[in-house]
């Protein structure tokens, strides 16, 4: 019996292409990753934070007294009459400035800072998610501004104008850095996190995790939720300071709504 060889790589036989690869899922096997290497992952991202915010600092530092005129002038402006910031002790002045170049620099470093947080939480993804990287640098960093825009033009301003509302021939307004400081980073750091309510929506609807028509039926509960979180958080309690603090998270959520509708499932997302 004549033995017939087997077709080899060149004798003309018809190669199979191989299969197209599926969308591999969180935790695959190219991502799977033991307990340390997790915690190897997350001493590199934040060594390389450190490294773009201490860039950033030293960046901002030298133009530390410009930064000082801008970030304090909308606030020396509402100033009653015959009122002007003071400090006290004797370093108080010279730590201002150091916070805010440290302030400075994080918003400076802010897109890269975004992106080692995104190169962090990328292998729990699918392989489709992890395509969003940009928009994911891009909304956050955009959330990050607008807040810091709000209340750096609006909100604190508003609220230097009530404390300064009080000032009278008997009680002078004269406010202390330290403590004007204080709460202007207090609300800058809140305004940021509520800024970065569009892009929570943005990768929730893209995951198909909710809807607009979710948000929508909602709207109500949410409305309660946020002046019951205005409240708490807001120094003073009158209506009008709980008004300031909530109207941007109303704006914000039903910008969230039509995020939804344009990237997101139009019926009932998973989570209903």
């Known amino acids: 019996m004549a033995l017939v060889p087997f077709p080899g790589p060149q004798s003309g036989a018809v190669q199979r292409s191989p299969e197209p690869e599926e969308d591999e899922g969180p935790g695959s096997a190219a991502d799977r990753m033991s307990f340390l290497e997790?915690?190897?992952?997350?001493?590199?991202?934040?060594?390389?934070?450190?490294?773009?915010?201490?860039?950033?600092?030293v960046v901002a530092f030298a133009f530390h007294q410009q930064l000082y005129d801008f970030l304090?002038?909308?606030?020396?402006?509402?100033?009653?009459?015959?009122?002007?910031?003071?400090y006290t002790q004797p370093g108080e002045a010279f730590s201002l400035h150091i916070q805010i170049a440290l302030i400075s620099?994080?918003?400076l470093a802010s897109p890269f800072i975004m992106y080692q947080?995104?190169?962090?939480?990328?292998?729990?993804?699918?392989?489709?998610?992890?395509?969003?990287a940009i928009p994911f640098v891009f909304l956050s960093t955009l959330g990050l501004l607008a807040g810091a825009a709000f209340n750096h033009f609006w909100l604190f301003p508003y609220m230097v104008l009530f404390f300064g509302?009080?000032?009278?021939?008997?009680?002078?307004?004269?406010?202390?850095?330290?403590?004007?400081?204080?709460?202007?980073?207090?609300?800058?750091?809140?305004m940021g996190i509520t800024f970065q309510l569009p892009t929570l929506v943005y990768f929730l609807a893209r995951m198909k995790l909710i809807s607009a028509r979710f948000l929508a039926r909602n709207f109500k509960y949410a409305i309660l939720v946020i002046f019951v979180i205005a409240?708490?958080?807001?120094?003073?309690?009158?209506?009008?300071?709980?008004?300031?603090?909530?109207?941007?998270?109303?704006g914000l959520y039903l910008l969230s709504i039509g995020i939804a509708w344009i990237v997101g499932p139009k019926g009932k997302g998973k989570a209903e």
Not at 39 to 51: M, P, S, T
């Open 117 to 132: 947080v995104w190169r962090f939480i990328a292998p729990a993804l699918y392989a489709h998610e992890k395509a969003l």
């Open 38 to 57: 997790h915690l190897d992952e997350l001493r590199k991202r934040i060594v390389n934070c450190l490294l773009y915010t201490s860039a950033g600092v």
């Open 72 to 86: 304090l002038g909308p606030t020396r402006k509402v100033l009653p009459a015959g009122s002007r910031l003071i």
């Open 231 to 250: 409240a708490v958080v807001t120094p003073t309690g009158d209506p009008g300071t709980q008004t300031m603090f909530a109207a941007p998270m109303i």
């Open 165 to 190: 509302s009080f000032n009278s021939p008997e009680l002078r307004f004269l406010p202390a850095l330290d403590p004007v400081w204080s709460l202007y980073t207090n609300f800058l750091i809140a």
């Open 105 to 107: 620099g994080i918003v």
